[in-house]
């Protein structure tokens, strides 16, 4: 059964800096990409930052230039580097990863279960 579990939330002012990280565990092969979700109250869940197993990354536009994501492959690791936070950056944050089981069981979609990241003013 594959775990992802995400640590690193908490409480922090306008402009400080918060790191995410999550970690997977479980029989897989390998992961082929993790991304970070955040939802706030009220609101949709919306991707945040995806990277794949080769590097590529992709950010919201919302955090473009504030966070930064890396992946530690042997660690089966994801890292979220958040800096110049806002309180609009106030939500749980998810933890998702495509991870092939192997054995040509194909890629599943795996989730956490949300750390808090709360911004005050």
């Known amino acids: 059964q594959v775990q992802l579990v995400e640590s690193g939330g908490g409480l922090v002012q306008a402009g400080g800096s918060l790191r995410l990280s999550c970690k997977a565990s479980?029989?897989?092969?390998?992961?082929?990409?993790m991304a970070w979700y955040r939802q706030a109250p009220g609101k949709q869940r919306e991707v945040v930052t995806r990277?794949?197993?080769?590097?590529?990354?992709n950010y919201a536009d919302s955090v473009k230039g504030r966070f930064t994501t890396s992946m530690d492959n042997a660690k089966e690791m994801v890292y979220l580097q958040m800096n110049s936070l806002k309180p609009e950056d106030t939500a749980v944050y998810y933890c998702?990863?495509?991870?092939?089981?192997?054995?040509?069981?194909?890629?599943?979609?795996?989730w956490g279960q949300g750390t808090q990241v709360t911004v005050s003013s």
């Open positions: 998702n990863a495509d991870v092939d089981l192997g054995y040509g069981r194909g890629l599943h979609d795996y």
């Open positions: 479980g029989g897989f092969r390998s992961i082929d990409s």
């Open positions: 990277i794949t197993r080769s590097g590529t990354t």
